[in-house]
């Protein structure tokens, strides 16, 4: 997984909107499941970074996974945004 974490965070720049979607998919499930791997503790400001990007994407489908992504954090994760939170507020 930790290979795996930087191509899917590039992946949030894609032009295809079915890519982006996937990637946040992705990156849900192991966030879902409780696995938070040390590339993605590593890369965390760059993962804040790209759902906020998302967040404006023109894909209805994109803002959705942004949502759960973020509805993932706050529901399982939320040790990895205190330091965050002054930038996220």
């Known amino acids: 997984l930790d290979a795996l974490i930087p191509l899917l965070l590039n992946l949030f720049q894609s032009p295809d909107e079915n890519t982006r979607v996937a990637s946040l998919q992705s990156l849900v499930a192991c966030l879902s499941f409780g696995l938070v791997p040390s590339s993605l503790v590593l890369h965390f400001a760059k993962y804040l970074e790209g759902l906020s990007a998302l967040a404006a994407d023109p ?28 930038s996220i507020c």
């Open 59 to 86: 894909s209805q489908n994109v803002r959705k996974w942004v949502c759960r992504s973020i509805n993932t954090l706050l529901e399982h994760h939320t040790q990895y945004l205190h330091p965050q939170w002054s």
